[in-house]
């Protein structure tokens, strides 16, 4: 493009910019003259995070910083591209506008800057309910990111971020928690307003509860995202999933009443039940020492507080999962576990491991001290 129609098209620009930004114009000039263009990217991206920037974005992105765009770093380009696409009336526009800044970068060298655009195109497809469009566009996207050594957060986090909410969309609640916790991963917690956190946290407990393959919370139970429901209208919800955690049936029974409040943790009642009974179920042998793991149905219906008649069916259920190892005597009705799923304590469970400890260390103590008292004389020799 003609230097002088760029001057000019800078001048009118810089007559429009707000007060508080016509330093920064001016700067971005100064560097634009003197072809400075690492600083003239900073600059501009400065300029693009000021609220006040808003109506220039889209401007100054078509008409000034595409002129030079091959002489800059692709990523800060596309960067630049994705603050000014927020300026576009509506998602139509954003598709048309994303889908020409992809094809742009779509080069050997900055691959990176590709993906990056490519799953903000996406994410709009997301909202304009192309599903299949953008599972394509996500597909290509995480096939190149596995090929990269290494690439910024904020790419990965990008990918991660768009690749729940494409599976949000279609109720695949298993691959919807581990993309969030992912996306999370990628970002520092600070970044994100508080708004953004409760609705990724409520949305977070929801999938592990209802996921029928998600039967242990530890990851989201430790992660501070957790944190932003207390003293909310949704701290039920924490405190539900911690309740799933340590199979407490007692203060499930108590916060079930809230369930009518989300349509899809109402619509999984039946289920929820069951998959509070297996967590009840481990959590009973848990607490039981390993060599006591004999358990008898009875038992079983009464530390669990589940019926009689469906504790083989439990325990099978639980055998199937992978939650627990052992075997069943279905004629003497006698659960014999080896082995019970690991999974995070909270601190009354941690208590109960610690009288564990102790017994365990009394009893080796007095073990010491039986082979002490018979074996005297082998001892002295």
Same mark, same amino acid.
């Given at each position: 493009?003609?230097?002088e !129609?760029i001057s000019n098209?800078?001048?009118?620009?810089?007559?429009s910019?707000p007060?508080?930004?016509?330093t920064?114009?001016?700067? !971005?000039?100064?560097?634009?003259?003197?072809?400075?263009?690492?600083?003239? #990217?900073?600059?501009l991206?400065?300029?693009y995070?000021?609220p006040?920037?808003s109506? $220039?974005?889209?401007?100054?992105?078509?008409?000034f910083?595409?002129?030079f765009?091959?002489?800059?770093n692709q990523?800060?380009f596309?960067?630049?591209?994705?603050?000014?696409v927020?300026q576009?009336?509506?998602?139509r526009?954003r598709?048309?506008?994303?889908t020409?800044?992809?094809?742009?970068?779509?080069?050997?060298?900055?691959?990176?800057?590709?993906?990056?655009?490519l799953?903000?195109?996406?994410?709009v497809?997301l909202?304009l309910q192309?599903?299949?469009?953008a599972?394509?566009?996500?597909?290509?996207a995480?096939?190149?990111?596995?090929t990269f050594d290494?690439v910024? #957060?904020?790419v990965?986090?990008? *990918?991660?971020?768009?690749?729940?909410?494409?599976y949000?969309?279609?109720?695949?609640?298993?691959?919807?928690?581990k993309n969030a916790?992912?996306y999370l991963?990628?970002?520092?917690?600070?970044?994100?307003t508080?708004?953004?956190a409760r609705?990724?946290?409520?949305?977070?407990?929801v999938?592990a509860?209802i996921?029928?393959?998600?039967?242990n919370?530890?990851?989201?139970?430790l992660?501070?995202i957790?944190?932003?429901? #207390?003293?909310t209208?949704?701290a039920?919800l924490?405190?539900l /999933? *911690?309740?799933?955690?340590?199979?407490?049936l007692?203060?499930?029974?108590v916060?079930?009443?809230?369930?009518s409040?989300?349509?899809? /943790?109402q619509e999984h009642?039946?289920?929820l039940? $069951?998959?509070i009974s /297996?967590?009840?179920?481990?959590?009973?042998?848990f607490?039981?020492?390993?060599?006591?793991?004999a358990m008898?149905f009875?038992t079983?219906?009464r530390?669990t507080?589940v019926r009689?008649?469906?504790?083989?069916i439990?325990?099978?259920?639980?055998l199937?999962?992978?939650?627990?190892k052992?075997?069943?005597?279905?004629?003497?009705?006698i659960a014999? !576990?080896n082995w019970?799923?690991?999974k995070?304590?909270?601190?009354?469970? !941690?208590?109960?491991?610690?009288v564990r400890l102790?017994?365990?260390d009394?009893?080796?103590?007095q073990?010491g001290?039986?082979i002490?008292?018979?074996?005297k004389?082998?001892?002295?020799?």
């Amino acid at each position: 493009m003609d230097p002088e !129609i760029i001057s000019n098209f800078l001048a009118e620009q810089r007559e429009s910019a707000p007060d508080e930004l016509l330093t920064n114009f001016l700067e !971005i000039e100064d560097y634009w003259d003197r072809k400075l263009w690492h600083q003239l #990217t900073d600059s501009l991206i400065a300029y693009y995070n000021h609220p006040a920037s808003s109506f $220039q974005r889209l401007p100054l992105f078509r008409q000034f910083i595409t002129s030079f765009a091959e002489k800059i770093n692709q990523l800060k380009f596309v960067s630049l591209g994705l603050s000014a696409v927020t300026q576009c009336s509506d998602d139509r526009e954003r598709l048309a506008f994303l889908t020409d800044l992809t094809a742009k970068v779509n080069k050997p060298a900055s691959q990176d800057a590709y993906v990056y655009s490519l799953v903000t195109t996406s994410e709009v497809k997301l909202r304009l309910q192309d599903y299949d469009g953008a599972r394509k566009d996500l597909n290509k996207a995480e096939s190149i990111l596995d090929t990269f050594d290494s690439v910024e #957060t904020e790419v990965h986090a990008s *990918f991660y971020r768009t690749n729940a909410s494409y599976y949000q969309a279609k109720h695949d609640f298993a691959a919807y928690y581990k993309n969030a916790l992912l996306y999370l991963a990628c970002i520092d917690l600070k970044t994100i307003t508080s708004e953004e956190a409760r609705s990724r946290a409520y949305d977070l407990s929801v999938a592990a509860m209802i996921s029928d393959s998600i039967y242990n919370f530890g990851e989201l139970l430790l992660h501070p995202i957790l944190d932003s429901l #207390t003293s909310t209208e949704h701290a039920w919800l924490r405190d539900l /999933l *911690f309740a799933f955690n340590r199979g407490d049936l007692a203060a499930y029974n108590v916060l079930e009443n809230n369930l009518s409040k989300c349509a899809l /943790l109402q619509e999984h009642k039946e289920f929820l039940w $069951q998959k509070i009974s /297996l967590s009840a179920l481990t959590e009973a042998v848990f607490r039981r020492p390993p060599h006591d793991r004999a358990m008898t149905f009875a038992t079983i219906s009464r530390e669990t507080h589940v019926r009689p008649q469906e504790i083989e069916i439990l325990i099978m259920k639980a055998l199937s999962l992978g939650l627990l190892k052992g075997s069943i005597d279905q004629v003497a009705e006698i659960a014999r !576990i080896n082995w019970v799923q690991p999974k995070v304590l909270d601190m009354k469970q !941690i208590d109960n491991m610690r009288v564990r400890l102790k017994d365990w260390d009394s009893s080796v103590n007095q073990l010491g001290h039986w082979i002490e008292g018979v074996g005297k004389d082998v001892w002295a020799a």
